[in-house]
């Protein structure tokens, strides 16, 4: 049977024209004005194109919750939300809370570059690779269904970099980041693990 996982990564947590800061899982920002539009847009487009989600999955922290709530409202039947604590937030050390420019002087655009290119993460940040690893894993082999899941940039490349497969297959994207209020999905088939969209806002 089929499994068909929808990533969602959640909502501005910085209003427009205000300099964001690299966040992570020591700073539990809501969402502003805008990131809450970009969820129930993501709720009204998954609805509007037949979307039942059977499972709906998050991270722990607040900006994710109110994603995910927010599209969930869009969904006839919507299913028990369940966090998960693989999907928490990377700790990005002595760079948390810290605007893009002080981070780049820290660490260089090598870095970022590594990391958003292939997940290597910067000196002084907390990421746990293997655990991240191992929970997509185990939910690629978590049965049959339509899942919704909300988490954050940092902890959903991850997805891509759990099967070989889907490595080959991200090596065209230009990134693996997600940007706020986008998504990618994956699917797995009698031919294995496909991605499909990776970084769409409706």
């Known amino acids: 049977m089929a499994l068909r996982v ?3 990564r959640h909502g ?17 920002l809501p969402l502003v004005a805008s990131g809450r539009a970009q969820a129930q847009a993501l709720g009204a487009a ?3 194109g037949g979307q039942r989600f059977d499972r709906a ?3 722990p922290l607040a900006r994710s919750r109110e994603t995910l709530a927010l ?3 869009a969904q006839a039947a919507p299913p028990p939300v369940e966090t998960a604590d693989w999907l928490t937030e990377i700790d990005h050390g ?3 809370d810290m605007p ?4 780049l002087a820290r660490i260089g655009a090598a870095a970022i570059e590594a990391w958003d290119h292939a997940a290597h993460a910067p000196d002084g940040w907390s990421v746990d690779p293997a655990q991240r690893v191992d929970g997509w894993k185990a939910l690629w082999a978590s049965g ?9 940039n940092g902890a959903a490349r991850f997805a891509l970099l759990s099967d070989a497969g889907l490595h080959e297959q991200a090596a065209s994207l230009p990134t693996l980041k997600l940007r706020t209020g986008a998504f990618g999905t994956i699917v797995r088939d009698a031919g294995g693990l496909r991605l499909g969209d990776w970084n769409r806002r409706p």
């Not at 024209?17 to 539990?28: E, F, K, Y």
């Not at 893009?100 to 981070?103: D, G, K, L, P, T």
């Open 100 to 103: 893009e420019s002080a981070v």
């Open 6 to 8: 929808t990533i969602v």
């Open 94 to 96: 002595p760079d948390e």
């Open 71 to 73: 599209i969930l409202a």
């Open 144 to 152: 049959s269904g339509n899942i919704l899941l909300v988490t954050s």
């Open 46 to 48: 998954f609805a509007a």
């Open 57 to 59: 999955l998050t991270a």
């Open 12 to 28: 501005d947590t910085f209003e427009p024209g205000v300099a964001p800061r690299r966040i992570g899982s020591r700073t539990d």
